[in-house]
Structure formats: structure tokens, C-alpha cells
């Protein structure tokens, strides 16, 4: 199997078990309704662990834009195997979104909210708010990547890693999730969400298009600041990639910061 096909079926494994377990807790009529935040965090920690051993010894199972450039910026992958990673990981988000469409095809019938359908596929910001949804999206991003990274410096028993990495995932989801949903990963929000835009999904509603740049430029920002940050912090590594990471963060925060506080002032002027 190639490097992409093995990128592409782990995120469509991720996407399953992790749109599958949105869908459970959320849709009408499904056993595991309303069951809860932690179930949906373990959900997504176990689809990636799964994911991970499906594919790890393959692709090395990135799953995630934000990891695989961050790999780049440390030196530890190929730039010019970027696009393909990106590529094959946006198909599979998409592929697995679609399967859970039809797994779960008689409740989206009988769910009517629409948002709750659009949140099986992707993330939305339990208060919006454009500064601090991005903040949101690349801490958790920063501390994904970070702690990948850092997980891989140690040395675990054979096949203990994708467990780990799935143990910090659900531990980002419990600590950092609630704000956002924690896309923390660009795939994993747009692939989905283009699935919920292009399928006959009744009553679906829109699928957000105005909030769909944050999960994806968030987490790129917060994941590329990770990987130069561990370098820096842990190798003593600070080159041209720290710097440029860092002014575009900040060029970020201030633009988001800005958008926020003029969108507080349309709202005061229209009152």
C-alpha cells in the first residue's frame, strides 16, 4: 500500500469512529443518545489510536494538515510529500463523513435540529467569537503537536504509541474541547464539512461556511507554532522557520482580534 492510500484510509478510519461517535450521542433515536462529552472525547482519542495502527506503519499515520507540516518545519518529513499527505488526508475525512451518512441514514429524518446535524461533521464555537475561537483552535493544536512530538522522544514498549496519542487527544478534548469542539486538526473539519454540504441530508441547513476558515487556519498556525516551539524549547533549534512561524501567529491573533472587536461595534451601533 502507498504512503497516500495509507493517509487516506487512516483519516477515513479517524472520521468514522470520530463523526460516528457525533452521531451517536447526538442524532434522535440512536441508543446512545445524550450520552455525553466524555464519551464523544474517548471516541475520537480510540479512532485515532485505531487510525494510527491501522496506518502507522505505512504513512506513518499524520492524519492531520497541521501535523504533517509541522513534521516539515522540525525537519522530520519531506516538504515536497506535503500536498500529496494533505490531499489524501482531505479524501479520506470525506469518505469517512459519507459512510457515517449513511450508517446513521433513517436519523437524520428524525433529528431536526440542524445544527446538531451539521455538528456531526464539523466543529462549531459554543459562543462565538472570533479571537477566542481561534485561540482555542491553535492551543489545542499547539499542545497536539507538542505532545506528539514529545511522545515521540521517549521510549515506549512496542505499539504502546498510538494509545498514548489517543490518550492525549481525549486529554486535549476534556481540557481544551469545550469551547469549539476541538477541531485541532484542518482535515478533520473541512473534509466532513463538504460532505455535509454536498449530501441530501434532510432539513440540514447551511453548513457554516462563515466559521469554516477557523478550524482550518487555527489549527495550522497553532500546530506549525508546536513543531518550532518544541525545537526551540527541547533541541535548542532556532532558525529562520521560529521567527517566520511567530510573526504569522501573531499577524493572525491580531487580525482575529481585530475582526472581533469591530464586529462588538457593529452590534453596539446597530442597537
Known amino acids: 500500500m502507498s504512503a497516500f492510500l495509507g493517509e ?5 478510519i479517524l472520521i468514522v469512529f470520530g463523526a460516528g461517535v457525533c452521531a451517536g450521542v447526538n442524532l434522535k433515536g440512536s441508543f446512545a443518545e445524550n450520552s455525553g462529552w466524555i464519551v464523544i472525547t474517548m471516541g475520537w482519542g480510540l479512532g485515532v489510536a485505531m487510525a494510527a495502527y491501522a496506518v502507522g506503519g505505512i504513512s506513518g499515520a499524520h492524519l492531520n494538515p497541521a501535523l504533517t507540516i509541522g513534521l516539515a518545519l522540525t525537519g522530520d518529513f519531506a516538504w515536497n510529500l506535503v ?26 429524518q428524525e433529528t431536526k435540529d440542524p445544527g446538531t446535524k451539521l455538528g456531526v461533521f464539523s466543529t462549531g464555537p459554543a459562543i462565538p467569537n472570533v479571537f477566542a475561537n481561534f485561540i482555542s483552535e491553535a492551543l489545542g493544536t ?16 512496542d505499539g504502546l504509541n498510538p494509545l498514548v496519542v489517543g490518550f492525549l487527544i481525549v486529554a486535549i478534548g476534556l481540557s481544551l474541547g469545550g469551547t469549539t469542539g476541538y477541531a485541532i486538526n484542518p482535515a478533520r473539519d473541512l473534509g466532513p464539512r ?19 476558515w477557523v478550524p482550518v ?12 516551539f518544541y525545537n526551540f524549547a527541547f533541541k535548542g533549534i532556532m532558525n529562520s522557520s521560529f521567527w517566520i512561524v511567530t510573526v504569522i501567529l501573531a499577524g493572525l491573533l491580531a487580525i482575529t482580534y481585530a475582526m472581533t472587536k469591530r464586529g462588538k461595534s457593529t452590534v453596539r451601533q446597530t442597537a
Open 8 to 12: 487516506l484510509i487512516g483519516t477515513m
Open 83 to 108: 500536498p500529496s499527505y494533505i490531499l489524501a488526508q482531505m479524501i479520506g475525512a470525506f469518505i469517512g463523513a459519507s459512510l457515517i451518512y449513511f450508517h446513521y441514514l433513517p436519523h437524520w
Open 142 to 157: 499547539f499542545i497536539l503537536v507538542l505532545g506528539i512530538l514529545s511522545i515521540g522522544a521517549n521510549k515506549f514498549t
Open 194 to 212: 463538504i460532505a455535509h454540504f454536498v449530501l441530501p441530508i434532510p432539513g440540514k441547513g447551511d453548513s457554516n461556511w462563515r466559521y469554516a
Open 217 to 228: 487556519i487555527g489549527p495550522l498556525a497553532g500546530g506549525a507554532f508546536g513543531a518550532v
